[in-house]
């Protein structure tokens, strides 16, 4: 079960980064942030609603609060390091983010075996390695590391502390209520006082006639991204944080994946020998 939904996190992950990097080449980041989020809130608000999840309130909504102050951060964080580039350094940088939960399930307590531990080493490299590392070329901006870091250990909190947010499934929906209702609150604070500043919310020459036009693909983003949040919850609750950590790292093979079915991107060599270490590392994790 672990494998499974953790597989199936990668998989939402994936998509939605796939879908709001299409986004941001029409609107700005943060736009696309806000407004996808925004439907996400309103969509679990009415599952909140229906299902009585309010009853389950408690101190443990805390954690799904800190998730949602980290987020937006990481996420900003991230797409500016990729404004400053170059995009192949990046990517995999941003993807070291799973050795944050992968040590908290080891100070927890958990012990993978020999084959785990294995396959965790595995994974990790081909998802380094997925995302295309430019071992040489232009020279890399310090603030776009530091950045990518940032990220890296945002992406890796925020899955550290989803997991810790609820122990059943309506819990689950009320937890990721609260997060995206504080993702929405930073992110909008965030956007507002950018416009304070004068910079556009959308691009110059159109108006919010746009987003209407882009609806279907950010309610897509937002609500991937949701439903990844709340597989990776049950995988991480359902078996060993470590595996399930490793597992739904995997996102960056699904986005390079969907770039090349749908854009026609050609993997580079280094980036399809990744994706067949990190599926390699998959399946000795799920065998140990």
């Known amino acids: 079960m672990t494998a ?12 939605a980064d796939f879908g709001g990097g299409l986004l941001t080449r029409r609107i700005p980041a ?4 806000v407004v ?10 009415a599952v909140v609603l229906g299902t009585g999840a309010w009853h389950e309130a408690g ?9 949602g102050l980290v987020g937006p951060v990481a996420m900003l964080s991230f797409y500016k ?3 400053l580039g170059p995009m192949g350094v990046v990517s ?4 070291l983010g799973v050795v944050v939960p992968v040590g908290a399930g080891l100070i927890l307590g958990e012990r993978p075996g020999p084959g785990q531990f294995a396959g965790i080493a595995v994974a990790v490299v081909g998802i380094v390695l997925a995302g295309g590392p430019e071992l040489r070329g232009a020279p890399v901006q310090r603030q776009a590391v530091v950045l990518t870091l940032v990220a890296a250990f945002g992406f890796g909190a925020v899955m550290a502390l989803i997991a810790e947010a609820s122990t059943t499934v309506t819990g689950l929906f009320l937890a990721l209520f609260v997060q995206r209702v504080t993702n929405v609150a930073v992110g909008g604070a965030a956007l507002w006082a950018q416009t304070r500043r004068g910079v556009r919310a959308l691009p110059e020459g159109t108006g919010p006639r746009i987003l209407w036009g882009l609806l279907p693909a950010l309610a897509f983003v937002g609500l991937a991204d949701v439903a990844a949040n709340g597989t990776y919850s049950v995988a991480a609750q359902n078996g060993p944080v470590t595996m399930a950590a490793v597992v739904s790292s995997l996102y960056p093979v699904i986005t390079a994946l969907a770039a090349f079915a749908v854009l026609k991107e050609r993997l580079r060599t280094v980036q399809a ?7 390699a590392g998959t399946v000795l994790l799920a065998a140990g």
């Open 4 to 15: 499974f939904f953790a597989l199936a996190t990668a998989v939402l992950w994936g998509l």
């Open 92 to 95: 995999p940088l941003g993807s």
């Open 81 to 83: 390091a990729l404004a």
């Open 36 to 45: 996808s989020q925004i439907v996400a809130v309103v969509v679990l608000g």
């Open 59 to 67: 101190p443990q909504l805390w954690f799904a609060v800190a998730a």
């Open 273 to 279: 020998a990744g994706a067949g270490l990190a599926l």
């Open 30 to 33: 943060l736009t696309v942030v």
